[in-house]
């Protein structure tokens, strides 16, 4: 049974002009110690998705699913309960994330005494062992900084730190390299990867990057429109890709165009969020659109564990 198990997962805000189609049709399946990347331009639903896991979609979403289930128990009764005991987060931007007035100090002994029954000595020792886990080389001098005093990379280690100090075994890690430098946003990656593996751990990658996909994912789901269109192990989904939205997506990375060369951009834009769809959300920009596109809804491809949503056949992709 998959850690998070989500079957066609929609988010819908009512607003005075009509509902907001935030997620309209996302399916997850993340295995445990699987680190699991969802990347899409903004607006294609991967940040409300993970916000609905953690129990914290907008007051008043009207949260649907066929299945939406952490470990068995079902998220739209049990998040609140999870969030922070079994599932955890780690914020894009560390230094809003850290209280600026607060020393690490305090910051990691209030998460800490929150989630474990420890005298202040052990607390003090747990905090060091985290903060060391995180890579960081002299804890001690950490914990008697403010967050100001520390570096961005510094200050995400000590975010990861106290996602590790609620227990958590998944966390929801959401663009957690895009307010880092390429180099140390890499460093990050790297320790998340290495947690995983020594601690168990599994991720929910949220990204619009298809560098951190490939850096740092074992499988990734691509989502368009509040929708997720092509899912699969990363090597299949970035270098045989079924979906033209992926495979769009792929041909605008700088690396895809030749030194001097424009880079392809993807013409057209998403569909507004209170528009109904009633076929494939990419019709409008697909350029290899069939005549059934727009108004039928696209079936399932698959090769193996690759599936993909799409009208062409699968030996098009
Ligand atoms: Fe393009 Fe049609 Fe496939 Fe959608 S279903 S991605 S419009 S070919």
Redesign the pocket.
Known sequence: MPLLDIRNLSVSIPTSEGEVHAVRAVSLEIERGEVHGVIGESGCGKTMTGMAVLGLAPKGARIVADRFNFDGEDLRERAAQLRGRRIGMIAQDPAAALNPVLSIARQMDDVIRAHRDLPHRGRHAEAVELLAATGLPDPERVLRSYPHQLSGGMQQRVVIAQALATGAEFLIADEPTTALDVSVGAQVLALLRKLVTERGLTVLMITHDMDVIAEACDRATVLYAGRSVETGPVDAVLQSPG???TRALLAALPDAAPLGARLAAIEGSIPPPRSAIAG?A??SR?P???QQ?AATP?PGRNRAAHRWL???PEDAA
């Open positions: 979906h033209p939205y494939c990419f019709a697909c290899q659109a069939l596109c696209p799409c009208h062409l």
